[in-house]
C-alpha cells in the first residue's frame, strides 16, 4: 500500500488530475491527491499525495506557489493565455525599463478579478463553463499577495525552464511567488494593461509549491521506469518538517491514537508527534501541557 508524497514535474498538455489518475494506476492506490491545481499548458512542481498522506492537502493546497512565467506583450487572448483565441494584437513600444516599473504596482497585496475560464463558481456554475457558451458574469475580485516579481535574465530561465521558454519579440520572463489563489494569466493580462499594448501568459512553469521545489521532482517517465515506485515517495511527515518533533510514550501512546487530549512536557506550539517506534502519527498541538490532535496520520 502506498503513503507518501511524490514531487511530480507535470508535463504540458496534461491536467492535475490526468496525472493523479496515472499515479493511481502506476501505484495501484485509490486514494490521491495533489495540493495546488496547474492549467493544462503549465508544467512543473505538482506535489501528489497518496495514500494516507491525502490527509495532508488540506494543509499543503494553502501554501505560497513560485512560478517562471512568459509574458507576450502586444497580444490579448479571451482566457488571459497563449491557448485562447487571439481578441487583439496591438505595437509595443514599452521596453525593460517600462515592464520594471509597472511591476512595482503589482507587488504586494493586490486585488485579482478570476478570469472567466478558471473553475472558480458564481451562482453555482463553473465559470469556463459559462465562457463556453459565450456569457461573461460580473466576478467579485480577490485579495492575493504577490511576494515577489521580478524580470529573470535569460541564463536563469535556462535553468529552471529549459523547454516551452523560447526568447520570443516582446516577450519578456519574470518570476512570482504569490499566495494561494493568485491567477499568473490574469497577473500577466494586467501588467499588459497598465503598459498600454496588452499581454498574455505564452508559458509558466512552476518552481516551487507546498515547500517542494523542482530539484526533488520527478518525470512521470521516471516513475513508470522504476522498478519500486514507492521508492519514490517522500514520507508524510517531510511536509511537516517546519515543525519540531516529539515523541509519544508509551503510557500516552493509547490516548493519541483514539484522538484524545494527552499530557506533554512540551512548549506551546504544533509539533510532529511519533510513537515509540519512530511511526509518524501525527500534527498535534500543545497548549498548557496537553497536547491535541490536528490531524492523524498512521494507518488504523
Not at 233 to 246: S, T
Request: aromatic share 8%; hydrophobic share 40%; glycine share 10%.
Amino acid at each position: 500500500m502506498a503513503n507518501g508524497i511524490l514531487v511530480v514535474d507535470k508535463p504540458s498538455g496534461w491536467t492535475s488530475m490526468d496525472v493523479c489518475a496515472k499515479l493511481k494506476g502506476l501505484f495501484q492506490e485509490r486514494r490521491v491527491g495533489h495540493a495546488g491545481t496547474l492549467d493544462p499548458m503549465a508544467t512543473g512542481v505538482l506535489p501528489v499525495f497518496l495514500g494516507r498522506a491525502t490527509r495532508a492537502v488540506e494543509f499543503a493546497a494553502e501554501s505560497e506557489k513560485e512560478y517562471i512565467a512568459a509574458l507576450r506583450l502586444g497580444v490579448i487572448t479571451d482566457t488571459q493565455d497563449i491557448t485562447g483565441s487571439v481578441l487583439e494584437t496591438r505595437p509595443v513600444a514599452a521596453g525593460r525599463e517600462e515592464l520594471e516599473a509597472v511591476l512595482e504596482r503589482f507587488r504586494g497585496e493586490i486585488a485579482q478579478v478570476p478570469p472567466m475560464y478558471s473553475a472558480v463558481k458564481i451562482g453555482g456554475r463553473k465559470l469556463y463553463e459559462l465562457a463556453r457558451k459565450g456569457t461573461e458574469v460580473e466576478r467579485p475580485s480577490r485579495r492575493v499577495t504577490i511576494r515577489a516579481l521580478e524580470v529573470l535574465e535569460e541564463a536563469d530561465v535556462r535553468r529552471d525552464a529549459p523547454c516551452g521558454f523560447e526568447p520570443e519579440p516582446d516577450t519578456w520572463f519574470l518570476r512570482v511567488a504569490c499566495s494561494k489563489g493568485t491567477y499568473v494569466r490574469t497577473l500577466c493580462h494586467e501588467i499588459g494593461q497598465a503598459l498600454g499594448c496588452g499581454g498574455t501568459l505564452s508559458a509558466l512553469r512552476r518552481t516551487r509549491a507546498a515547500g517542494f521545489g523542482l530539484e526533488g521532482a520527478v518525470t512521470l517517465e521516471q516513475v513508470r521506469a522504476a522498478g519500486d515506485p514507492a521508492a519514490l515517495l517522500l514520507p508524510v511527515d517531510a511536509y511537516f518538517a517546519r515543525y519540531p518533533a516529539l515523541t509519544v510514550p508509551d503510557a500516552a501512546l493509547s490516548r493519541a491514537k483514539n484522538g484524545n487530549p494527552f499530557p506533554c512536557a512540551a512548549a506551546d506550539g504544533d509539533w510532529r508527534v511519533y510513537g515509540p517506534d519512530g511511526a509518524f502519527l501525527l500534527l498535534g498541538r500543545c497548549r498548557g501541557g496537553q497536547m491535541k490532535t490536528i490531524k492523524s496520520f498512521f494507518e488504523v
